[in-house]
Every structure is written in structure tokens, then in C-alpha cells.
């Protein structure tokens, strides 16, 4: 249980350094290095001693290495120079692995400044704008897909690309179950069923889907009316780890696929106040039977867990 516990609260460290970790700082909850503390206002207090992990030493190779992390031929020891192939890794080369080194994070307990934000999302309170469910709920039937309301553990909402369906949690309000299906349709709008294969097994694809989801779901929502910052940004920060650059890399696929699915000018604003079961009363198409989702199907969902080393799990999409 105590390797679990470690493990929710740094999702995003290997299983050897979680265990590094635990080792040497049992109570520790959200760990980073100086220079990340830093950047965030805080400094370690003085005497403190850091907590020793292992980092990837990761390289592009040189013009005398391979993309094996041997030496080419004909390169000092090795053995007489051959012709060149055409094959020789460039400056474009993928990094290869070349060992580990010691590095040193400190838990937020070693350190003292300004507080630290609150990047939990915050599930959205009211009704959506009037026809954003409905278009919604078109664009999902549009692809193939069946809508369900009901339980869906600890997540708002999932797509079984299997099954073809998307389910939308039952206890959510109007807003949130609108900006949740979104997020779901954004899924399946970014293809994401083949681009991210691993999405099951890997955390890096995960997050990219993820990240490329909820940016989505944030603009389909702010053309239609309906404000998700409170849920969004936290939920963004926190797949993303704060690096701008994943952000970026997904900003054209995000803004085309957005584009496609923003509900035209005539179909905006204007709040529904009917409600039934938390979800607006035009989501007449939504069921409720149950759906068993197999471990590792590969399908999408708004978590509830939110990865990232200093991100405390909270409530999903």
C-alpha cells in the first residue's frame, strides 16, 4: 500500500524512482528540483537535504556514434572508415539513451515562499448555452457514435471506440456535462482511436491526447458562450506538466479540428434551465445502461487522476 500510495502522488516517476523516493523521504507529497521551486517563488530552506533520484542521460549521436550509442566505423577504436551509405545519423538523429546521474528534487515541506497555486480543476457550476449539447450530441452521432449517461467511476466521461460509445457521467451540471462531452468529441474528431495507439500504455501519449482533447473542448465551449477556464486550464496544466512546448506542438491540430466542430453563429448562447438527472433536458439521446470498460481498451476518457511529479490527483475532465 505504501508503494501505492507513492505511486498516485508522483504518477509521473518511474516505478525506481518512486521507491527512491519513499526510501528516503516517507511523507513527502509533491517533490521537484531548485530550479523548479524557484520559478515558482519558493527556496530551499537551508540545511535541507535533497532527495537523490536517477535522470536519463539522453544524447544525440556525434558524427563518430551511431544511433546504437557505438562508435561509427572508422571512428577513434574503431575500425577502418567504410563509404558512406546515406544512412549516417544527422543532427536530426533520434537521442539515445547513454546512462543515468544523480540528481536531486526537494519535497515542497524543504521549502519556503509563496504558496503554491491550487491546480485541481474546478468542476463547472450552472446551465450551457442552449443548443451547445445538442450539437454536440450530433456531432457524436454523426461519427457513428452512441451517447450514454451514467456512472463513469471516477472520470465525467469516456469514449469506447470499440463499442462506439460515449458515456457522460450522471451527477454533473449542465456546463460540465457540455464542456465534458466536448472534450469527448474531440477525441473522436482528432482521430485520436489511430494516432495514439498507446494511448492505454503510455503516459507520454496519453497526455498528448489528452492535451489535445480539453484545448478542444476550451475553445468549442468559449465560441458557444460557455466559460471552462476553472476546469481547463488546471486540467491542461497538469496533462501537459507545464511544458509549453507539448501546448504548442498540438496547437494546429487542436485549432483545425476546433474549427470544425463550433457551432455556427445562430446556434450560440442562451441558457437552458431545465435539468434531469444534472444534464440539460435536451440530452433526450442519453441512456443509462451500464457499460463495462475491459482494463487497457484503449479508450478515452476525462480523467479524474491528473498525472504530472507535483500534481496532486483530482477530479478528471
Not at 544527422?90 to 491550487?118: A, C, W, Y
Not at 494516432?195 to 473542448?217: D, H, K, L, N
Not at 445502461?289 to 480523467?303: D, H, I, K, N
Request: aromatic share 6%; charged share 20%; with cysteine.
Amino acid at each position: 500500500m505504501r508503494m501505492l500510495r507513492a505511486a498516485a502522488r508522483f504518477y509521473d516517476y518511474s516505478p525506481s524512482n518512486i521507491l527512491l523516493i519513499t526510501a528516503q523521504r516517507p511523507d513527502a507529497t509533491r517533490v521537484a528540483g531548485i530550479r523548479t521551486w524557484n520559478s515558482l517563488g519558493r527556496h530551499v530552506n537551508r540545511g535541507e537535504r535533497g532527495i537523490a533520484i536517477l535522470a536519463p542521460c539522453i544524447y544525440r549521436p556525434s558524427g563518430d556514434v551511431l544511433a546504437t550509442g557505438v562508435l561509427k566505423p572508422g571512428a577513434e577504436g574503431g575500425h577502418p572508415p567504410e563509404s558512406p551509405t546515406g544512412r549516417e545519423p544527422t543532427n536530426h538523429s533520434p537521442r539515445v539513451l547513454r546512462g543515468f546521474k544523480i540528481v536531486h528534487v526537494f519535497d515542497v515541506s524543504q521549502t519556503d515562499g509563496e504558496p503554491l497555486p491550487d491546480v485541481a480543476p474546478r468542476l463547472l457550476d450552472g446551465d450551457a448555452p442552449s443548443s451547445l449539447m445538442d450539437h454536440l450530441t450530433g456531432l457524436a452521432t454523426d461519427a457513428g457514435y452512441r451517447l450514454e449517461q451514467g456512472p463513469c467511476g471516477t472520470a465525467n466521461g469516456y469514449t469506447d471506440y470499440g463499442a462506439r460509445i460515449v458515456r457522460i457521467s450522471d451527477d454533473l451540471s449542465p456546463a460540465q456535462a457540455a464542456k465534458t462531452l466536448a472534450h469527448e468529441v474531440g477525441h473522436i474528431r482528432a482521430d485520436h482511436e489511430h494516432r495514439f495507439t498507446e494511448y492505454a500504455s503510455s503516459m507520454a501519449c496519453r497526455g498528448q491526447a489528452e492535451v489535445e482533447a480539453e484545448s478542444i473542448a476550451y475553445l468549442v465551449t468559449a465560441q458557444a458562450g460557455l466559460d471552462a477556464t476553472d476546469y481547463s486550464v488546471p486540467y491542461l496544466a497538469g496533462w501537459s506538466g507545464g511544458d509549453v512546448g507539448l501546448l504548442r506542438e498540438a496547437m494546429t491540430q487542436v485549432i483545425k479540428v476546433a474549427r470544425g466542430m463550433a457551432p455556427r453563429p445562430t446556434d450560440a448562447p442562451a441558457a437552458v434551465p431545465g435539468k434531469r438527472n444534472g444534464i440539460m433536458t435536451s440530452v433526450s439521446t442519453l441512456h443509462s445502461s451500464p457499460l463495462a470498460l475491459p482494463e487497457g481498451s484503449g479508450s478515452a476518457r476525462e480523467f479524474s487522476n491528473l498525472p504530472g511529479p507535483e500534481a496532486v490527483p483530482g477530479r478528471g475532465r
